[in-house]
T-cell receptor, first 113, second 113 residues
Framework: DAGVIQSPRHEVTEMGQEVTLRCKPI?????LFWYRQTMMRGLELLIYFNNNVPIDDSGMPEDRFSAKMPNASFSTLKIQPSEPRDSAVYFCASSPGQEQEAFFGQGTRLTVV | GESVGLHLPTLSVQEGDNSIINCAYS??????FIWYKQESGKGPQFIIDIRSNMDKRQGQRVTVLLNKTVKHLSLQIAATQPGDSAVYFC????????????FGKGTMLLVSP
């Protein structure tokens, strides 16, 4: 397996634009996580899906952020409209189940100017 | 990669030394813990895990110690190598029924040849 695949690796966009980040989890994993990493706040959990269903979205900063998982092999994180303070590295991770390690993708570095 | 080291505790060691990285976790109900290594420009990678019914676990060159009394976790790296230079995170699974991992702020390990 190629691991968790995220795209794009880098995204530069202007304030106000819509941004969509994509993730393909490891086949067979039933849990998927979106994390955001910044210098100031470290790694923060944004949302967690189990069997394609959002379980915990309490980490989503505000209504500008939304995430979907239409099937077991694909998830998106959308920011609309984007703001400079959204600049961060966004990681997707998947896990085979509860109390098991999460495997991380390479991340998407988002810069909003 | 992201300059996460600017705000992180840093441990500097010489090649061949043993390294000890410490972590205080937050929830006494946490029952599963993981150490991750993050190199510049990459996602966190699993190093070793431990469950709360254990106080020590050994891997290749790495040992994790868990002290539940004081909610403390440590990672020991034997014969540290320049390739071990990275940011190290501890993560906790906060008890039964949770699948998400909560990450600490991280420690940067710098290994000099």
């Amino acid at each position: 397996d190629a691991g968790v695949i995220q795209s794009p690796r880098h995204e530069v966009t202007e304030m106000g634009q819509e941004v969509t980040l994509r993730c393909k989890p490891i086949s067979g994993h039933n849990s998927l996580f979106w994390y955001r990493q910044t210098m100031m706040r470290g790694l923060e959990l944004l949302i967690y899906f189990n069997n394609n269903v959002p379980i915990d979205d309490s980490g989503m900063p505000e209504d500008r952020f939304s995430a979907k998982m239409p099937n077991a092999s694909f998830s998106t994180l959308k920011i609309q409209p984007s703001e400079p303070r959204d600049s961060a590295v966004y990681f997707c991770a998947s896990s085979p189940g509860q109390e098991q390690e999460a495997f991380f993708g390479q991340g998407t570095r988002l810069t909003v100017v | 990669g992201e300059s996460v080291g600017l705000h992180l505790p840093t441990l500097s060691v010489q090649e061949g030394d043993n390294s000890i990285i410490n972590c205080a976790y937050s929830n006494s109900a946490s029952d599963y813990f993981i150490w991750y290594k993050q190199e510049s420009g990459k996602g966190p990678q699993f190093i070793i895990d431990i469950r709360s019914n254990m106080d020590k676990r050994q891997g290749q060159r790495v040992t994790v110690l868990l002290n539940k009394t004081v909610k403390h976790l440590s990672l020991q790296i034997a014969a540290t190598q320049p390739g071990d230079s990275a940011v190290y995170f501890c993560a906790e699974n906060m008890g039964s029924g949770y699948s998400t991992l909560t990450f600490g702020k991280g420690t940067m390990l710098l290994v000099s040849p």
